[in-house]
Nanobody
Framework: QVQLVESGGGLVQAGGSLRLSCAASGSIFSISTMAWYRQAPGKQRELVAAITNGGITDFADSVKGRFTISRDNAKNTVYLQMNSLKPEDTAVYYC??????????????WGQGTQVTVSS
């Protein structure tokens, strides 16, 4: 069983920054690819970024150059650093575990999500 707990969301002005964290329990963290998804109101959930256990990363075109993803395997934690935030980044952000990258294959474990709101 894997549990994912996201934190770090909040309200920020456009151009600002936030760092999201996702703490994972369970033994699979070190072997899994970790990812961040987001879902805005009325829209489908979309993959934002992913990182393999070896540190290979992938990003959605909409966040390239603004977001970075990192992980600390010793702490079973994955991070999403979001800079130059835009109002269109407003969404609930979810952590996810899976395998592979390009494409990332979710194993179906989801956290409760953390709200990010970017004001203009």
């Amino acid at each position: 069983q894997v549990q994912l707990v996201e934190s770090g969301g909040g309200l920020v002005q456009a151009g600002g920054s936030l760092r999201l964290s996702c703490a994972a329990s369970g033994s699979i963290f070190s072997i899994s690819t970790m990812a961040w998804y987001r879902q805005a109101p009325g829209k489908q959930r979309e993959l934002v970024a992913a990182i393999t256990n070896g540190g290979i990363t992938d990003f959605a075109d909409s966040v390239k150059g603004r977001f970075t993803i990192s992980r600390d395997n010793a702490k079973n934690t994955v991070y999403l650093q979001m800079n130059s935030l835009k109002p269109e980044d407003t969404a609930v952000y979810y952590c996810n575990a899976g395998s592979g990258i390009r494409p990332f294959n979710s194993w179906g474990y989801w956290g409760q999500g953390t709200q990010v709101t970017v004001s203009s």
